[in-house]
């Protein structure tokens, strides 16, 4: 099992362009999140989803959309970049059943830089 | 609402020496779940325990422990003889039971073991 993957691993964009960054889960997760990791402030939430189709805001939603149709990726779109948004993005995924219920396992994290 | 504090942003350790990494709570539920994570230099966020509120047992698991104690809101975690290995960063985490999409990570603590 491959588990989180991320892609792509790094990226950098001039201000006013557009990308998505695409995540993917092999362990029939029902959850799924994207975070931001900037320096001295831990890991903010920035959209989630409870399941295939459903999205919800986060911590610090603004300036990015999210998308859930299938239920193994979740795609995390900057529409118009922004210098603001340079960080480090790690996608996340968890379910509420098992032995491992509630735990939030993380991809690997892309790094972007926006000129 | 829900706050997590690391208070120590940085430690640096010689290597076999005992390291304690301090993590204090917030939280007005009664049911919740704690989480320590470890971040090495290659960036991946790894799960390293998950424990609710209703368990205070303490819990080790080769040269780490946890200490649990919900009088003083503490989710401490300890390193017994330290190794370079262990040089990371270790994040703390708050998830609510009415609220378990909400992981509140705290802002890291950075462990540095010189040999």
């Known amino acids: 099992n491959a588990g989180v993957t991320q892609t792509p691993k790094f990226r950098v964009l001039k201000t006013g362009q557009s990308m998505t960054l695409l995540c993917a889960q092999d362990m029939n997760h029902e959850y799924m999140y994207w975070y931001r990791q900037d320096p001295g402030m831990g890991l903010r939430l920035i959209h989630y989803s409870v399941g295939e189709g459903t999205t919800a805001k986060g911590e610090v939603p603004d300036g990015y959309n999210v998308s859930r149709l299938k239920k193994q990726n979740f795609l995390l779109g900057l529409e118009s970049a922004a210098p603001s948004q340079t960080s480090v993005y790690f996608c996340a995924s968890s379910d509420r059943a098992g032995s491992s219920r509630f735990v939030q396992f993380f991809g690997p994290g892309t790094r972007l830089t926006v000129l | 609402a829900q706050k997590v504090t690391q208070a120590q942003t940085e430690i640096s350790v010689v290597e076999k020496e005992d390291v304690t990494l301090d993590c204090v709570y917030e939280?007005?539920?009664?049911?919740?779940?704690l989480f320590w994570y470890k971040q090495p230099p290659s960036g991946e966020l790894v799960f390293l325990i998950r424990?609710?509120?209703?368990?205070?047992q303490n819990e080790i698991s080769g040269r780490y422990s946890w200490n649990f104690q919900k009088s003083t809101s503490s989710f401490n975690f300890t390193i017994t003889a330290s190794q370079v290995v262990d040089s990371a960063v270790y994040f703390c985490?708050?998830?609510?039971?009415?609220?378990?999409?909400?992981?509140?990570f705290g802002t890291g603590t950075r462990l540095q073991v010189f040999p």
């Open positions: 939280t007005r539920d009664t049911t919740y779940y």
């Open positions: 424990r609710n509120s209703f368990d205070e």
């Open positions: 985490a708050l998830s609510e039971a009415r609220n378990t999409d909400k992981l509140i």
